[in-house]
């Protein structure tokens, strides 16, 4: 039996021993990690070179060729000395003879695999052979290789570069002990320095098999690996760090599969008869394998879905929270401010994270973007100005990584409602109106059960009425639809007498049998109505008289601001008003900083994002005026399979419990006896 | 049961072996060629013992198999008990010893004929580093340990994990601290709590010394504990393990004792027994104390063990074999310190 013996720079704990046959001679493998410690290794090959046929020497430092320059490293040296007559192979020779050839039978495959990536190396040194390879198929190169041989944060990007940086600094590279400066833990300096965040948003690695042990892995999460050879430790290490495919571009030897590329050089060798091999034998020793590369695809574990949303100060007073501004609030300079900040930039404010889908346990992350204009600056501004600002934020969203942007609040009601944001971004907008929509249609079924004074009919329908304020407009027009479904008789109320006659026309033709009524004011019907809901721009101004409001009505105030002011709400405890559009994400969601929302409670439109990256569509979901009812439909049946609830029902001056509910259906029972 | 033991000429392998001569055991010893006659005089008396030429540092292990092929082909068990123990170990020799041995005892047991078990003697040090409840099954081939002894056990242990083994079954035992025996005292060299049997007998004589100190200082942190073993427990516990069966595949057992000694208690006991009038007080918790340790003749490698409050498991030998409990470390003090005493002259 033929002995090899194999000292790998890499941990001790991975050492083996295997027995395999090649070519009708028995061979007995020994594999020898040594911790990083060079001496360990001397020592090794000093001791064994009477015991083995052949050495096989992996992770230590090669022969490099840069540029012209053929560099020797000392440590490359000893080892030969060390090992004496015994012959030793590090599969440099095997590697720059397979590894090309392995990725170009890949490619025949796959064609797309490198084309227009960015490609990271961690030293690309060691491939240096093999740059002009990579460099045919993609111009965007990224080279790490000064920080990890010298911790200088820096990237470099062509191969000409690469040879000259490292052709330069090859004596001080030569100086550098080798056990010790590769053991260094990386990890904290990669987090701290800005400058390398652009390795870490390449799409194929390619990493030197050694380097693994001595390098954090986290960036190769959900990335393609490409790694010269791959054995049983390797690849553990590769899938626990999350990568996305390792590619081994390495013939893998069938049998053995553990086997290294310095390894199978060494059999190779140990089976001449005259201990030299050329390129020529191995070549036709590699053939007669009939190996192959591989592709492992791994089962990627769920990344977490990153998704950004802009909000702005729903009031003058709210402008004024910002730590900082709260000394301007009482001066009559605060218009002069409010109008000011209207023009500045949006910024990033806080993440959202913990949220976690209950269907398929997808992580999302999100972070909130301020635009710090009120709704009153908003609508007053030249819309193409807050566009840009808009656009601005997306470019940020996108470069810090978010899949897509939602729009809150006011930002989604300038000009044609996201539709030219959408245009511009280049990440999926979305305004989250349908899943608002359907949050508010919650919210009144909620309430219209707990008050239990309608009736329903044989046909399942409400017979009473119910009113749509501001019908005409995206969520309202959902909310007229789905409520033509559900009740006898609807009246839409807008203030434009074109568009409510359109809409009623529309909905008749969807519901024969409801009685529907346009109108352009309430105030006729409101007496009527069992159920209001109220979706304006109206800004505050008075859309509807409260006091004329049937007892035991449901009112979904859905507008921001309100269009029921708290003054009056409190003058008819009889009527419930729900501040409805409020729901729950799923997980232990946690706010940077305060929404000015109850407990746990979010924006329907920002959960619709967040709905959106858990599903994993990044797409325009909802834009422009036009609210499809059917996606309504649709964001309402994720939203129940990934766990998105209604909160507890909020009404003016916060939530509202089971018993103000009781409460409220006393008083309307007792006004509407009297 | 036919046996083979690596380690024999060691301090608890002497033992071991006898005790599992003792026991009718057909016995095959390998032994290092330059050890081999001391071993034939150490064992002459014993029925049944087999003499084997090897060498665990060898690819091959076994240097001349000419006269063994039967018992090493009918081989019920193989206990790997051999490596190099010492804290100040250079790593070239730890490694060759307990690395390079054990990879290559696995290499030999698996070319064995079907061999039913595979017994390896670890060390508790492999999780020294770790600090609160130790499982018997815990083990971190990653870990940076302090010195060569444990790093080399360490990785050891790991490979005997995760080599293939096929039919054979694997038990890993870690014993704790190894002192002398219980019933004579008797011990090989001075090493672990004998240095502080040492310090304590010298200070016996400086009577001026000690009756001017407050206290005897202790440094480390609160809580940490000594696993104190005597030999012969150890090797009647090994040839009673090795005797029954396992229903495991590979079943890893912590071998100390049922009292979890503190370092507190055991320096207070053994100042009693040396009869130096001191009280022992806790130093604040620094690792500045450790330079004064090689001063009073303990070594800097021993200050590791200090800080590690450890508890190491017992669930599985308590499951396995609930029979299994060491005397307390007050009643076989006595024997350790009148065995001791000859290490110091």
Excluded at chain 1, 263 to 285: I, M, N, S, Y
Excluded at chain 2, 228 to 240: E, G, K
Excluded at chain 2, 304 to 314: E, N, V
Aim: aromatic share 8%; with cysteine.
């Amino acid at each position: 039996m033929k002995e090899i013996i194999k000292v790998a720079y890499g941990p001790s704990s991975e050492n083996y021993d295997a027995k395999f046959s090649f070519k009708g001679e028995d061979y007995r493998l020994k594999r020898l990690g040594v911790d990083a410690n060079v001496d360990l290794a001397l020592h090794l090959l000093k001791n064994f070179r009477h015991e083995c046929d052949a050495f096989a020497v992996a992770g230590f430092p090669p022969i490099l060729k840069i540029g012209r320059e053929t560099i020797i490293h000392p440590v490359y040296k000893q080892l030969r000395e060390a090992a004496g007559t015994t012959p030793v192979a590090d599969g440099t020779l095997l590697r720059k003879t397979s590894f090309l050839w392995a990725l170009k039978s890949l490619l025949k495959r796959e064609p797309l695999l490198l084309s227009q990536k960015k490609i990271g190396f961690f030293c690309g040194i060691f491939q240096a052979d093999f740059l002009h390879f990579f460099e045919e198929h993609t111009s965007d190169l990224v080279f790490a290789d000064l920080y990890f041989s010298l911790g200088i944060p820096k990237l470099m990007h062509s191969s000409r570069q690469l040879t000259k940086a490292m052709g330069r600094l090859t004596p001080a590279l030569m100086k550098v002990s080798v056990g010790k400066k590769f053991t260094k833990d990386y990890d904290a300096l990669i987090f701290r320095t800005p400058l390398m965040r652009e390795f870490h948003r390449c799409d194929v690695y390619i990493i030197h098999k050694t380097q693994l042990d001595y390098v954090k892995l986290w960036p190769l999460e959900g990335k393609t690996v490409i790694v010269d050879s791959l054995d049983r430790f390797t690849k553990e290490k590769l899938v626990a760090a999350g990568a996305g495919r390792i590619i081994s571009c390495f013939p893998e030897f069938p049998a053995h599969p553990e086997i290294g590329c310095a390894a199978l050089e060494a059999l190779f060798l140990a089976h001449q008869p005259d201990k030299v091999l050329d390129e020529e034998t191995l070549l036709q020793e590699v053939r007669s394998l009939e190996a192959h590369p591989t592709i492992i695809e791994t089962e990627t574990k769920s990344k977490t879905a990153q998704f950004a949303f802009v909000i702005h100060p729903l009031t003058q007073k709210q402008l004024f929270l910002v730590p900082g501004m709260k000394n301007f609030s009482n001066l009559p300079i605060a218009r002069g401010i409010e109008k000011m900040m209207g023009k500045v930039p949006g910024f990033y404010y806080c993440k959202m994270n913990g949220i976690k889908s209950e269907f398929n346990g997808q992580e999302v992350e999100g972070e909130l973007y301020v635009l710090p204009a009120t709704p009153k600056q908003l609508l007053r501004q030249d819309p193409e100005s807050i566009y840009r600002r808009i656009h601005q934020l997306c470019l940020l969203a996108h470069s810090r990584g978010t899949n897509i942007i939602g729009l809150g609040a006011y930002t989604k009601i300038v000009g044609d409602a996201g539709v030219t944001i959408a245009n511009r971004s280049p990440i999926p907008v979305t305004t989250g109106n349908s899943l608002s929509a359907a949050a508010t249609l919650w919210a009144a079924s909620y309430g219209l059960e707990r008050m239990d004074l309608v009736k329903k009919g044989a046909d399942g329908r409400y017979q009473g009425t119910a009113m749509v304020i501001g019908a005409t407009g995206s969520i309202g027009k959902v909310c007229v639809r789905h409520l033509c479904h559900q009740w006898e008789k609807v009246i839409l109320v807008a203030p434009r007498p074109y568009k409510v006659l359109d809409l009623v026309d529309e909905m008749k033709g969807h519901c024969p049998n409801t009685e529907i009524i346009g109108s352009t004011h309430p105030d006729k019907y409101t007496p009527d109505c069992d159920l209001i809901i109220t979706s304006t721009s109206a800004q505050g101004e008075k859309v509807m008289d409260i006091a004329k409001v049937k007892p035991g009505a449901v009112i979904c105030d859905v507008s921001r601001p309100f269009d029921l002011g708290l003054d009056d709400v409190s003058t008819r405890p009889d009527v419930l008003v729900i501040a409805s559009g409020e729901v729950e994400l799923p997980g232990q969601v946690k706010i940077g900083k305060t929404l000015n929302l109850e407990g746990g409670a979010v924006y329907a439109c920002l959960a619709e994002t967040a709905l959106l990256a858990m599903e994993g569509r990044f797409e325009n979901f909802s834009l422009s005026r036009e609210l499809d009812y059917d996606k309504v439909i649709e964001i309402d049946q994720l939203a129940r399979k990934h766990g998105i609830r209604l909160s507890a029902i909020m009404g003016h001056t916060g939530e509202i419990t089971d018993q103000e509910i009781a409460l409220c259906r006393e008083h309307a029972l007792k006004v509407r006896l009297t | 049961m036919n046996i083979l033991l690596t380690g024999a000429t060691g301090f608890i392998g002497r033992r071991l072996t006898h005790a599992l001569a003792a026991k009718g055991h057909k016995i095959g010893l390998l032994i290092r060629p330059s050890s081999l006659a001391r071993a034939k005089k150490t064992f002459r008396d014993l029925p049944n013992v087999h003499f084997i030429e090897a060498d665990i540092s060898r690819n091959d292990v076994v240097v001349r198999v000419a006269g063994t092929e039967a018992i090493l082909q009918e081989t019920d068990a193989v206990i790997h008990l051999a490596g190099t123990y010492d804290l100040a170990i250079p790593l070239e020799e730890a490694y060759t010893n307990n690395v390079i041995g054990t990879q290559n005892m696995v290499w030999f047991a698996q070319r064995l004929n079907r061999l039913p078990y595979f017994h390896y003697i670890s060390t508790y040090a492999v999780n020294s580093h770790c600090q609160g409840h130790v499982g018997e099954d815990q083990i971190d081939a990653t870990s940076k340990l302090a010195d060569h002894y444990a790093q080399t056990k360490l990785q050891a242990e790991s490979i005997v994990r995760q080599a293939a083994w096929g039919p054979t079954k694997v038990r890993i035992y870690r014993p704790g601290v190894i002192v002398g025996d219980s019933l004579t005292g008797a011990m090989d060299k001075i090493d672990g709590p004998y240095f502080f049997f040492r310090l304590f007998n010298q200070m016996r004589k400086w009577k001026s010394l000690t009756r001017r100190m407050p206290f005897f200082p202790i440094v480390g942190r609160q809580g940490a504990q000594v696993p104190l073993l005597p030999v012969n427990i150890l090797a009647d516990w090994l040839t009673t393990m090795v005797e029954k069966p396992s229903a495991h595949e590979l079943r890893s057992y912590h071998l100390v004792s049922q009292e979890n000694l503190l370092v507190e208690n055991f320096l207070r006991e053994s100042l009693k027994a040396y009869s130096v009038p001191l009280m022992v007080r806790r130093m604040p918790e620094t690792r500045l104390f450790n330079p004064v340790l090689p001063l009073v003749g303990i070594p800097r490698e021993v200050a590791p063990y200090l800080y590690s409050t450890a508890s190491f498991s017992r669930e599985h030998v308590d499951e396995d074999f609930p029979n299994l409990k060491a005397p307390l470390f007050s009643d076989y003090l006595p024997k350790l310190v009148e065995g001791a005493r000859g290490l110091f002259e």
